[in-house]
C-alpha cells in the first residue's frame, strides 16, 4: 500500500459525459501528478501540481482540467468523454516538486461506451 | 526531447531463468533512472533508481547499472521467480524536471 488514494475504483460511462476522478495524496506529500495508462499509449503523463499549484503539464488535452485543493487532495476533470479516453487513470505523490520519488495510486479504470 | 526505449515484450521465463529487460535513453543533461514494476491491478511501484553515471540501483534480487556511455539501464535478476511476473517500465527524470518519462513497460511472465 503506497499510501495514495483514489476513488472511485471503476467508473463506466457514455460519450460526451464528464467525469471527476480524485485522488488523495500521502501524508505530507505536497505534489500530486495525473497519469493516463492505455494499451495504445502507454503511460503518459498528464499535470503536476505542487502544494496547489500546477507546476507542469504534459499530454494533457484541453477537455481534461486538475485542480489540487488547501487539504492537497487533487481531482481529475474529464469532459466531452470519448471512446478513446477509455484507460487507467493514475495518480502519484512526492514530498516534493522536483527529483523526488513518486509514489503511485491504484488507479481508476475508465471505461468510455 | 527526452525519452525511453525498452525491449517489446511479452518475456516468458522458466523460474530461476536469468532476467534481461533492455533499457535505453535519450535526455540532454544528467538524468535520473528508473525501473518500476506494475503487479496485476495494481498501480506502479519504484524497484530501483540511480541518479549518477556508473550507479548501480539494486532491490529484491533485481539490479541495473546507470551506463552513461552507451546511454542504458537495463534490469537484471539472477533467479526469477513466479512472483515476479509483472510489467516492468524503465523511466528517466531529468536534472530539475517535473515529469518522468516511462517506457513502453515490458511484461514479464514466469513459469513454474
Known amino acids: 500500500d503506497s499510501g495514495v488514494t483514489q476513488t472511485p475504483k471503476h467508473l463506466i460511462t457514455a460519450t460526451g459525459q464528464r467525469v471527476t476522478l480524485r485522488c488523495s495524496p500521502r501524508?505530507?506529500?505536497?505534489?500530486v501528478y495525473w497519469y493516463q495508462q492505455s494499451l495504445d499509449q502507454g503511460l503518459q503523463f498528464l499535470i503536476q501540481y505542487y502544494n496547489g499549484e500546477e507546476r507542469a503539464k504534459g499530454n494533457i488535452l484541453e477537455r481534461f482540467s486538475a485542480q489540487q485543493f488547501p487539504d492537497l487532495h487533487s481531482e481529475l476533470n474529464l469532459s466531452s468523454l470519448e471512446l478513446g479516453d477509455s484507460a487507467l487513470y493514475f495518480c502519484?505523490?512526492?514530498?516534493?516538486?522536483?527529483?523526488?520519488?513518486?509514489?503511485f495510486g491504484p488507479g481508476t479504470r475508465l471505461t468510455v461506451t | 526531447g527526452d525519452s525511453v526505449t525498452q525491449m517489446e515484450g511479452p518475456v516468458t521465463l522458466s523460474e530461476e531463468a536469468f532476467l534481461t529487460i533492455n533499457c535505453t535513453y535519450t535526455?540532454?543533461?544528467?538524468?535520473?533512472l528508473f525501473w518500476y514494476v506494475q503487479y496485476p491491478g495494481e498501480g506502479l511501484q519504484l524497484l530501483l533508481k540511480?541518479?549518477?553515471?556508473?550507479d548501480k540501483g539494486s532491490n529484491k534480487g533485481f539490479e541495473a547499472t546507470y551506463r552513461k556511455e552507451t546511454t542504458s539501464f537495463h534490469l537484471e535478476k539472477g533467479s526469477v521467480q513466479v512472483s515476479d511476473s509483472a510489467v516492468y517500465f524503465c523511466a528517466l527524470r531529468n536534472t530539475g524536471g517535473f515529469k518522468t518519462i516511462f517506457g513502453a513497460g515490458t511484461r514479464l511472465f514466469v513459469k513454474a
Open positions: 501524508s505530507g506529500d505536497l505534489s
Open positions: 535526455a540532454t543533461g544528467y538524468p535520473s
Open positions: 540511480a541518479t549518477k553515471a556508473d
Open positions: 502519484a505523490s512526492s514530498v516534493g516538486d522536483t527529483n523526488y520519488e513518486q509514489y
